[in-house]
């Protein structure tokens, strides 16, 4: 039987997402179908190990760092609508060498790079954004979250799976071994209650109280005044974490630590809080900086910003708000 599938350009086209746009993210897809057989080549593919470089952020850039951000800034700078890329990669936005480019793309090329080496899931985060006319500098990239027009993550996992939104919910597509995206999670949607959270629990003495508080009332489970015992899980790759939470639901936290005063918190606004910002609340759940006040609200002020992030089931969120006082 032969599968009749939807697949990425005939769901664009069937959710009103035409055109230029369309071309776009399916360039984007297609970028992604690159990097997967460079993760999944590994060794044989030069992909293990480190670069020897450090990025702007004073962090050291794995190969496939480098791989997947080559990959997609030149298959996007080709494209004519692309007026110019910034990505975790770079120190600065890189504007095409055209003009008259309609969009913008911002990226974690590589997402969870500590684990290219031993095999466990990464990812690619992507959000797109209008381009305003003239020069295209950083402040360009610097939009408010709610001014995205599109967001994605890809995961190289079990399954190579792409999670999109347009602004109008989120749809799932799984890569074939034939290379196409098919869709087949329509509309997913974050269960409002977990009993699942996600947080790095080697930090636990520099978090605030009230995420000390959370994270206690979690851990005494039916014993304590939650009434029911919880599960943790981390990844360390945000993708596969949030991606955990659109199947099954949960909480995901990187929240504010005082380790690092002028560093408030450690995943960057522009290309990893704002796109998942976005698809979690296409998806029904709530992402906020504190519990409360939402990441798409930040206003930016730098290319590779910082922020606080606690995301996922919405009651459960509600549940970190009471206990951060917010
Ligand atoms: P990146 O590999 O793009 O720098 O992002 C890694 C991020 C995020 O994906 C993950 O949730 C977090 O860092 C893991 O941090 P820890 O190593 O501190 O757990
Ligand atoms: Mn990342
Ligand atoms: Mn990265």
């Not at 190990?49 to 080709?78: F, H, P, R, W, Y």
Request: glycine share 12%.
């Amino acid at each position: 039987m032969t599968d009749v599938r939807t697949d990425l350009s005939a769901h664009l086209s069937a959710t009103g997402v035409e055109g230029d746009l369309a071309e776009l993210l399916l360039k984007i897809a297609a970028s992604c179908v690159d990097i997967r057989k460079v993760v999944s080549g590994g060794a044989l593919a030069g992909a293990l190990g480190a670069s020897g470089n450090v990025n702007v952020q004073d962090e050291e850039q794995k190969k496939l760092d480098v791989i997947s951000n080559d990959i997609l800034t030149d298959n996007l700078l080709a494209l004519p609508l692309v007026a110019g890329v910034a990505s975790e990669e770079m120190d600065n936005c890189q504007p095409a060498k055209h003009d008259g480019g309609k969009f913008l793309v911002l990226f974690d090329p590589l997402d969870g790079s500590s684990n290219i080496d031993i095999n466990a899931p990464v990812g690619t985060i992507f959000s797109v954004l209008a381009a305003p006319s003239g020069e295209i500098t950083d402040a360009a990239f610097l939009q408010d979250g709610r001014k995205q027009l599109a967001a994605g993550y890809v995961l190289y996992g079990g399954q190579t799976m792409l999670v999109l939104t347009t602004g109008s919910g989120v749809a799932g597509f799984t890569l074939s071994l034939d290379g196409q995206w098919l869709l087949t999670h329509a509309d997913i949607k974050i269960s409002p209650d977990t009993k699942e959270f996600a947080i790095n629990m080697s930090n636990q003495r520099h978090w605030a109280e009230g995420v000390q508080t959370y994270v206690a009332g979690c851990l005494q489970g039916a014993e304590g005044g939650r009434g029911k015992n919880f599960n943790m899980r981390w990844v360390a790759a945000m993708v596969a974490d949030v991606h955990r939470i659109m199947m099954r639901g949960g909480v995901f936290l990187y929240p504010w630590d005082k380790r690092e005063p002028n560093k408030p918190g450690k995943l960057r606004l522009m290309y990893e809080g704002n796109p998942m910002s976005f698809l979690v609340e296409q998806a029904g759940g709530k992402s906020t900086t504190d519990g409360r006040n939402a990441i798409l609200d930040v206003t930016p002020t730098q290319l590779h910003q910082r922020v606080p992030v606690i995301l996922g089931s919405a009651n459960e969120i509600e549940e970190i708000a009471a206990c951060c006082g917010v």
